[in-house]
């Protein structure tokens, strides 16, 4: 059973940072990322590392958000920068042991851009 650990959402002022981790219990992955779902929207793609360091972005965030990992420890983050009230979401790790194979969720974390 794979488990994902978040921390790092909060309240920012517009313009902002805010830096989301997310800790897989010991298996390696496939690759690892972060969706985000805002309320009485759908849950959408934000960015995605794989192993092999490949990444992309949700085009509203390309160049604000950096995706990051630490193989050793099995962590991705998710650092943004120059944050918009409309980034305000729920952020939702995600996880893939393989390129074909379920998709595993953390329990996500809050992040609100308001002034």
């Known amino acids: 059973q794979v488990q994902l650990v978040e921390s790092g959402g909060g309240l920012v002022q517009p313009g902002g940072s805010l830096r989301l981790s997310c800790t897989a219990s010991g298996i390696i992955m496939y690759g690892m990322g972060w969706h985000r779902q805002a309320p009485g929207k759908q849950r959408e793609l934000v960015a995605f590392?794989?192993?092999?360091?490949?990444?992309n972005y949700a085009d509203s965030v390309e160049g604000r958000f950096t995706i990051s990992k630490d193989s050793a420890k099995n962590t991705v983050y998710l650092q943004m920068d120059s944050l918009k009230p409309e980034d305000t979401a729920g952020y939702y790790c995600?996880?893939?042991?393989?390129?074909?194979?379920?998709?595993?969720w953390g329990q996500g974390t809050q992040g609100a851009v308001s002034s």
């Open positions: 995600n996880a893939k042991i393989a390129v074909v194979g379920p998709t595993y």
């Open positions: 590392i794989t192993s092999g360091g490949s990444s």
